[in-house]
């Protein structure tokens, strides 16, 4: 079976910190892994995926398939960088095209 | 487009009141699912659905029932509510062959 795993459910910054927000997962086939975003009173929203490489507002992840980990990193933490943030995982293959959700990390950055 | 819409956005029942909460999207999109949002547990797949016809469950149905008439509406029906289903539940649609999904803006049910 699939899992996501997010070990921290809360994690507090400085604006201006470097910031990291782990994400762990298992699965036995090839993961599609993605990070979303709920920001205070919006819809969740995607952020990024691992597929694409990019960086999005600042943030990277890399997916580390010896560490089964995909990791959220940004080096300077911005105020309204504060949401809750998902890590999901897909399955690539066949017919599953089912989201498996970690239980989440509600970032606050403190001015 | 509108994207992913969703109503109502709060709602108050009863315990054994039955009610409908409505998903729409406006993307063409295959794949719809039902998730409920808690706090400390994350976001948990309800019900899905691959296309018009065709529904699947998820990790909690129990207590919900759904149906894919049109590919633009995939209504999630509570039958008898009761205070273990309160909670934010969001409808989310996407692709068949793509990987992001696109999220209405939830609505906060309370059973009392």
């Known amino acids: 079976a699939q899992r996501v795993t997010q070990p921290e459910k809360l994690l507090s910054v400085f604006k201006g910190a470097p910031v990291e927000l782990k994400c762990n997962y298992s699965?036995?086939?090839?993961?599609?892994l993605f990070w979303y975003v709920q920001y205070s009173r919006q819809r969740l929203q995607l952020l990024l995926r691992?597929?694409s490489r990019e960086s999005i507002k600042g943030f990277t992840a890399d997916l580390n398939k010896g560490e089964t980990s995909f990791h959220l990193k940004k080096p300077f933490a911005q105020e309204e960088d504060s949401a809750m943030y998902y890590c999901?995982?897909?399955?690539?293959?066949?017919?599953?095209?089912?989201?498996?959700f970690g239980k989440g990390t509600l970032l606050t950055v403190n001015p | 487009n509108a994207g992913v819409t969703q109503t109502p956005k709060f709602q108050v029942l009863k315990t054994g009141q039955s009610m409908t909460l409505q998903c729409a999207q406006d993307?063409?999109?295959?794949?719809m699912s039902w998730y409920r949002q808690d706090p400390g547990m994350g976001l948990r797949l309800i019900h899905y659905s691959v296309g018009a016809g065709i529904t699947d469950q998820g990790e909690v149905p129990n207590g919900y029932n759904v149906s894919r008439s049109t590919t633009e509406d995939f209504p999630l029906r509570l039958l008898s509510a009761a205070p273990s289903q309160t909670s934010v539940y969001f409808c989310a649609s996407g692709q068949r062959e793509g990987s992001e999904q696109f999220f209405g803006p939830g609505t906060r049910l309370t059973v009392l």
């Open positions: 699965y036995s086939g090839s993961p599609e």
């Open positions: 691992h597929i």
């Open positions: 993307m063409n999109h295959e794949y």
């Open positions: 999901a995982l897909r399955n690539s293959g066949g017919s599953n095209y089912k989201l498996t």
